[in-house]
Every structure is written in C-alpha cells, then in structure tokens.
C-alpha cells in the first residue's frame, strides 16, 4: 500500500509520510484503522526501522495516528482535520500553485493537470 523509491532525491520518511498521508486522504486508509508494525512496514519497504518509526512519531504529533502501546498504531483523523478553513485554503492553494508551477517547468498545461486528476479522482 506504501510505497518508496531509494534512489528518489527525496529523503525516504518524506515519501513514507506523504504515502501514508495519500493513503488516508484518499479513503485506503480509514479513521481507526491499523498501520503495519514498525518492524513489519520497515521489512517490506526494505528501508530502517528507525525512518518508520520516526515517520509514525511525526504523524501521531500531527495527530493523524495514534500508537496504543502493545496494540498497534492506528489512524485517528485525517491530516489538517483540525486545522482552521483559513489555514486548509491558504495550505491548499500554496499546494496547488507548486503543482502547477513544477507541471509546467516539466511541459504540462493546467489542463493537462485538471484532466490528470478528474482521472484519478474517477478511480
């Protein structure tokens, strides 16, 4: 369900954390379901079990997850959940103008971009 890629420039708990984020915005995860074992998620994405755990310990700060000790780590809300509509639209719209402007650096047009995601939305 989680993906990384080595030998991406970005740092692996950066991708692990926007997988996992993905993961849940897009209905994969749900509110009270459990994530792997640290030991268990490290093992299959063949990364350090310290850059899962530091990835769980980030999200369950953010108040994403929530690790019931000798349970398991499980999904409590969805990120920004608590976050003001002010703050969601100015964090959205931010998002949405680096996407846009690293679409084009790469050659793709807005509307490129717009049918892109109707497409995946469809899925």
């Known amino acids: 369900m989680f993906q990384v ?3 991406h420039p970005t740092p692996l708990y950066h991708q692990l954390d926007r997988s996992i984020r993905f993961a849940i915005a897009t209905g994969k995860l749900g509110i009270g379901d459990q ?5 268990q998620l490290a093992v299959d994405l063949r990364i350090n ?6 990835v769980y310990a980030e999200l369950e700060r953010s108040g994403v997850v929530e ?57």
């Not at 079990?49 to 530091?54: E, F, H, I, L, R």
């Open 49 to 54: 079990a310290n850059t899962v755990a530091k």
């Open 67 to 123: 690790t019931r000790r000798g349970v398991g780590t499980f999904v409590t809300a969805r990120p920004n959940e608590a976050t003001s509509r002010r703050d969601r639209d100015r964090d959205l719209r931010e998002l949405a103008d680096h996407f846009i402007a690293q679409s084009h650096e790469r050659g793709f047009s807005i509307d490129d971009v717009i049918e892109h995601l109707e497409r995946r939305r469809r899925k």
């Open 35 to 39: 994530l792997p074992t640290v030991r």
């Open 5 to 7: 890629d080595a030998k």
